[in-house]
C-alpha cells in the first residue's frame, strides 16, 4: 500500500515560519493537498495541486514539492495556525492521507 | 456549500448501519464525493469515492466488501452503507466534496461535513 510519511510534530514561535513536509515513493508524480484540522472541528483545504491555494485561505499559507516531498509553510505563523496538518495524494485509485503532523506555536 | 451527514449511532459488532449526507449549495452530481472517517485521537483515513454519475466507485482495502457506497443525484443525497461493523470501525465519519469535478478520484476535497459518529460496541 502507499504511506505518505510526515513527522508527528512541528513546534515553531509566533511571527517565525513554521515547515510541515510529506514524504512518498514518486510523490513527484502525484498532485498533493494539505489540510488543517483543529480541535473537535473538521479538516479545511488549504493547499492543493501542490502550489495552490483556494479562496479564503491566508496568503500566509504555501505549498512546495521537490521530488518526493512536498511542503507546507506557514509564513509567520499565528496562534490560531496551532492545528494537526495532513497531507494527501492519490495513488491510482486509493486516496492515502498522511499520519498528520501536530504543529505546535509557543 | 454545505454538507451535512447523519445516521451514526451505536451498533453491535456484526451489525449495520447507512449514514448519509444531505448536499447543498453546489450542483451536485458535477462533482465526485466521499467518505472519510478518522477514529479517536487518529488521523484521516479515506474509505470511499463515487463519481459524479454513481458509475464509478472506489474503496479502501479496509473496508472493500463491507462498505457500500451511493448517491441519489435527485435528492442531492450521498450514502455509506456499512455491513459486518467491527470495533476498529468506531470513528467519526466525513463526507467530502471533490474538487476535480465529476471523476471519482484525483484531486483534492474542498469541502467537509462536521461528522457523525459511529460506535461500534456490545
Known amino acids: 500500500s502507499y504511506d505518505l510519511t510526515q513527522a508527528p510534530s512541528v513546534s515553531v514561535s509566533p511571527g517565525q515560519t513554521a515547515s510541515i513536509t510529506c514524504s512518498g515513493d514518486k510523490l513527484e508524480n502525484k498532485f498533493a493537498s494539505w489540510y488543517q484540522q483543529k480541535p473537535g472541528q473538521s479538516p479545511v483545504l488549504v493547499i492543493y495541486h501542490d502550489i495552490r491555494r483556494p479562496s479564503g485561505i491566508p496568503e500566509r499559507f504555501s505549498g512546495s514539492k521537490s521530488g518526493n516531498t512536498a511542503t507546507l509553510t506557514i509564513s509567520g505563523t499565528q496562534a490560531m495556525d496551532e492545528a494537526a496538518y495532513y497531507c494527501q495524494a492519490w495513488d491510482i485509485s486509493t486516496a492515502v492521507f498522511g499520519g498528520g503532523t501536530k504543529l505546535t506555536v509557543l | 456549500v454545505q454538507l451535512v451527514e447523519s445516521g451514526g449511532g451505536l451498533v453491535q459488532p456484526g451489525g449495520s448501519l447507512r449514514l448519509s449526507c444531505a448536499a447543498s449549495g453546489f450542483t451536485f452530481s458535477a462533482y465526485g464525493m466521499n467518505w472519510v472517517r478518522q477514529a479517536p485521537g487518529k488521523g484521516l483515513e479515506w474509505l470511499s469515492s463515487?463519481?459524479?454519475?454513481?458509475?464509478?466507485?472506489y474503496y479502501a482495502d479496509s473496508v472493500k466488501g463491507r462498505f457500500t457506497i451511493s448517491r441519489d443525484n435527485s435528492n442531492n443525497a450521498l450514502y455509506l452503507h456499512m455491513n459486518s461493523l467491527r470495533a476498529d470501525d468506531t470513528a467519526v465519519y466525513y463526507c467530502?466534496?471533490?474538487?476535480?469535478?465529476?471523476?471519482?478520484?484525483?484531486?483534492?476535497?474542498?469541502?467537509w461535513g462536521q461528522g457523525t459518529t459511529v460506535t461500534v460496541s456490545s
Open positions: 463515487i463519481s459524479g454519475s454513481g458509475d464509478d466507485t
Open positions: 467530502a466534496k471533490g474538487a476535480l469535478g465529476p471523476a471519482a478520484r484525483g484531486g483534492a476535497f474542498d469541502f
